[in-house]
């Protein structure tokens, strides 16, 4: 079943429908939201996204609102403070692996300018492609990780069916797979 079959019959207040209904598949053009994003889409590796929603102002609470500069500067101390949130996903290799990508998202910045310009820069690539890349300076990425990340923030074509009424307003966004 697709997210949009999924959805369709929830009220408008479910976090899944507005979720699905507003941020699933639109552009994403700022470098924290982006790396937001990720950060989620790693946490869901195992869960349901419906519990990633459910918690993601906490996630965005807990890594100081998804800022890269922070995140990359976090410490032991900071891995320890995030392993007793209840608030969030409390795994380590996840913790971590999200330290040492804000690091490696840094480094993006440093080299393209933004994390945008080098996802902009790759947006026309195979999925393969995509895998090879992100495994190669990114922990914890697995294909589908890096699928949804892609499908959500509209690098890769295939949020939506085009059956569903929010393709249109995707479309209308601009989305990074036109």
């Given at each position: 079943m697709s997210y949009c079959e999924f959805t369709k019959d929830l009220p408008h207040e479910h976090l899944d429908r507005q979720y699905h209904d507003m941020e699933?598949?639109?552009?994403?053009i700022n470098?924290?939201?982006?790396?937001?994003?990720?950060?989620?889409?790693?946490?869901?590796?195992?869960?349901?996204?419906?519990t990633i929603l459910k918690k993601a102002s906490n996630f965005r609470e807990a890594y100081d609102q998804f800022s890269v500069e922070k995140i990359a500067r976090y410490t032991d101390h900071d891995v320890d403070r995030l392993m007793s949130n209840s608030g969030i996903i409390r795994n380590r290799r996840k913790i971590t692996s999200v330290i040492y990508n804000a690091r490696v998202v840094?480094?993006?910045?440093?080299?393209?300018?933004?994390?945008?310009?080098?996802?902009?820069?790759?947006?026309?690539?195979?999925?393969?492609?995509?895998?090879a890349i992100f495994r190669a300076r990114f922990k914890f990425i697995g294909?589908?990780?890096?699928?949804?990340?892609?499908?959500?923030?509209?690098?890769?074509?295939?949020?939506?069916?085009?059956s569903c009424p929010i393709y249109d307003k995707v479309l209308k966004s601009g989305p990074k797979w036109l």
């Open positions: 699933y598949g639109f552009p994403v470098d924290n939201e982006l790396f937001g994003r990720l950060i989620l889409e790693i946490n869901q590796a195992g869960l349901s996204w419906s840094k480094e993006i910045q440093q080299e393209r300018g933004s994390f945008e310009n080098w996802l902009d820069d790759k947006k026309s690539l195979s999925l393969d492609a995509w895998v294909e589908k990780i890096i699928d949804e990340f892609l499908m959500s923030t509209s690098y890769k074509l295939g949020a939506h069916n085009k």
